[in-house]
Structure formats: C-alpha cells, structure tokens
C-alpha cells in the first residue's frame, strides 16, 4: 500500500463516532475498564489523538510547506530544471537540510523521467512519500527508548533554553501515567532557579526529586539520585544537567563525570543519553547535536517547539544528517505537549490537508 493510502487509511478512513471521538482520555479508559468500548475502539481513538496533536502542533510548518508547494506548481506546471531548482529553495527553506535535499531532488528526477511525468501536480504526492522513505531508509538505529525492566537511567542534555527541564517533566508525567515510578535529579545545580523549576514539575507529575544546594557538584547530585532510585527500586531516573556549551573542553569533563558516577552504581546506564533541541533554531540546532555528539554519545534526540516554527523540515534533516534518531517531539507548553515520535505520524501533521483532499478524490 503506497504511503498515502496508508495514512488515508489510518487518520480520514472511518472516523470514530463523534460520541467517542469528544471524550476525555479519562473517561475512555473508564469506559474501556468497564467493557462498554472494546480494546480496538480505544486505541483507534487514541490513535486518532495522537494524529490530531501532530497536525495542531505542526500547524504554522503546514501551512506554510503547503502554501509553497501550491505556489510552485502554479508557477512551474512542467517537469524541468527551473521547477527542480525552485523545489530545492522550498525545501532548503523549510530546514530539511542541504544533503537531504539533494537527495530527495535527484531521485525525483529519476522517478519523473522514469514515469514520463511532465506536469508538476503529478509529483506533488511523490514529493511526500519520497520524503518519509528517506526518512525510514537507514533505519539501523532504534528509534524506541531503550527501558529496562528495573531501573532505567535517562540522561539529558543540551544548551540553555532548548526545553531540557520542561521535557523532563513531560516525559515523567508520560511513565507516571504508565503506571512507572519515575525519580528525577536536579543535575542543573548552575542556574539560579533550575533547581525550583525541576521540583514543581516533580511535584505536578508526581515524581521524586532528588536535589542539593545551588552550585554544588552535578555528579555528587546524581550520584546520590542513581542510589536512591536503586533503593527505593524506582522504575525510571531522569538526570537533569546545565546547559553549558561555552567551553567544550569543560562540557566534557562534567557529562563524563556525571557518566562515571552512574557506572559505579549500574555499569549498563545511562540507558539513554537524550539531547534536547529547540526546533525553532534551525541549522543551529544541527551544529549543536554535532558538538555534543562528539562530547558524549548521544542515544537520541528530544526535538522541541515545533510548534513554534514554520520550519518543519528540521526533523529530516537530523535523522538524515546526524544518523540520530529522534525519539519524542515537544508541541506544545502544556504537560501533554510531548509525543513519542513517529515517521507516519509526522508526515501526516505537516501533509494532512493533501492527504484528505486526495481521500475526497478517491472517495468520488
Ligand atoms: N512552545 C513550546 N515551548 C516549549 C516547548 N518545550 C519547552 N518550551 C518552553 O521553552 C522554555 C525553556 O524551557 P526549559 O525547560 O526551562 O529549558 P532548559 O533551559 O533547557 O531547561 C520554557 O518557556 C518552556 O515552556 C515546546 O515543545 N513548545
Ligand atoms: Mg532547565
């Protein structure tokens, strides 16, 4: 089945009844626990959720991909190079970074001259599905956290201001809601203020905080985290740290230190090393995930504010460019702002309103 008709088939098929489709999440799962809705009918809809939260959160990325598409075909209706040329400004624009672009470019002229395609609006599907499939090609890293069936120690990183604490508190309110024990260390003891920041949000998802005084040593924080948490038999301990990038040297010395603490009490963790990125910064967020990846190893990648940018082609390009796959995406302030991130799910966010008006087509 090809791409389009997938997602067709998984967001704009057949909807769950409006009865269902308006209710809280809570009132679901007591409507599921209670046998009046089936298994299917609950994931259908939280499938359906999920898709709704990428295309709000994507919304700004949308409407400005979709408008420079129409725009192109408008301008260049035949297949040639000045129409390719023009492709590659809208999407090197849209973040998807040059390599990616060059790619996606190239094997779309392959394809043009292999199906005999001479009008744009023809390829204007393909340009989609070519896009996810070199998104999915290469996909020799896990994109699924690596959890443990006892303690699993995640670690976060990334410069000031990218969403490192906000995320914290999203993805523990994520495990809280499994049902998991989640503990988190105030690794950033620099900043005037993180260590508040990190209690309320423990406070808010219900999770322990682990914490000393304003400047004291990251590492003895951590130490003292991974410890408890090995105590208290805790499921999940997510380590905060500072955001310093002005001297590498010094980043260095610190995660490796903070590393070397967690060793000594589980030589397997951290199980994830995860780098925040704030997606509205573009290109710049690329040269952060090269710097800190030749810091430290980095397991993954926490992509924020993308509901802030009109760029969403970032995503594309630190998957293709960087090789490291992007694991949850920020969309939002609130504490459910935060999903688990998916290819399919992506795509249909920044292309849903092509992909109904081609389900209307077919419907006809
Ligand atoms: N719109 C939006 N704002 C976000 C998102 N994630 C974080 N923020 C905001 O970014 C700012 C900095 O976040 P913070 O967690 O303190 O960053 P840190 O310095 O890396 O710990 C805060 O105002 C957050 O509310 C997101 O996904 N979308
Ligand atoms: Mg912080």
Redesign the pocket.
């Known amino acids: 089945m090809s791409l389009f008709n997938r997602l067709k088939k998984k967001f704009s098929g057949k909807h769950t009844d409006e009865e269902i489709e308006n209710k809280e999440s809570d009132e679901l799962i007591d409507e599921l626990d209670d046998g009046l809705i089936s298994l299917e009918e609950f994931e259908e809809w939280e499938q359906e959720q999920i898709g709704y939260k990428f295309r709000m959160g994507l919304e700004k990325s949308r409407e400005r991909f979709q408008a420079q598409i129409n725009q192109l075909m408008a301008t260049h209706r035949t297949v040639d190079e000045d129409f390719f040329e023009a492709l590659e400004e809208v999407l090197i624009s849209a973040d998807v970074g040059f390599n990616t672009v060059m790619e996606l470019t190239d094997e779309l002229r392959d394809y043009a001259k292999l199906k005999n395609i001479t009008e744009t609006v023809d390829l204007k599907e393909v340009i989609v599905e070519k896009m996810i499939e070199i998104y999915e090609r290469n996909n020799h890293i896990s994109e699924e956290m690596n959890m443990q069936d006892d303690l699993t120690v995640i670690l976060v990183v990334?410069v000031?201001?990218?969403?490192?604490?906000?995320?914290i508190g999203k993805i523990a309110h994520r495990y809280v809601k499994e049902g998991k024990s989640v503990m988190l260390a105030a690794g950033?003891t620099f900043r005037a203020g993180?260590i508040n920041?990190l209690q309320v949000w423990g406070d808010r998802v219900g999770a322990d905080v682990i914490k000393q005084s304003e400047g004291s040593d990251p590492a003895a924080v951590v130490f003292d985290a991974v410890n408890a948490a090995k105590r208290r038999g805790t499921d999940v301990l997510i380590c905060?740290t500072a955001?310093r990038l002005q001297n590498k040297g010094n980043l260095m010395k610190e995660l490796e230190k903070i590393k070397n603490v967690i060793k000594k009490v589980d030589e397997n963790a951290p199980h994830e090393v995860l780098l925040?990125l704030d997606a509205t910064t573009g290109q710049n967020a690329l040269s952060q995930a090269k710097a800190f990846n030749e810091v430290t190893e980095i397991t993954g990648i926490v992509l924020?504010?993308?509901?802030?940018t009109a760029k969403g082609g970032i995503v594309l390009a630190i998957k293709n460019e960087l090789g490291i796959p992007v694991k949850f995406v920020?969309?939002?302030?609130k504490i459910d702002?935060?999903e688990v991130f998916s290819a399919e799910n992506y795509v249909y966010g920044l292309f849903s309103d092509m992909i109904d008006e081609t389900s209307e087509e077919n419907d006809e």
């Not at 924020?304 to 802030?308: N, P, Q, S």
């Not at 920020?330 to 302030?333: K, M, T, V």
């Open positions: 990334g000031n201001g990218v969403g490192k604490t906000t995320s950033d993180a920041q905060d955001g925040v924020t504010k993308l509901d802030g920020g969309l939002g302030e702002d935060l």
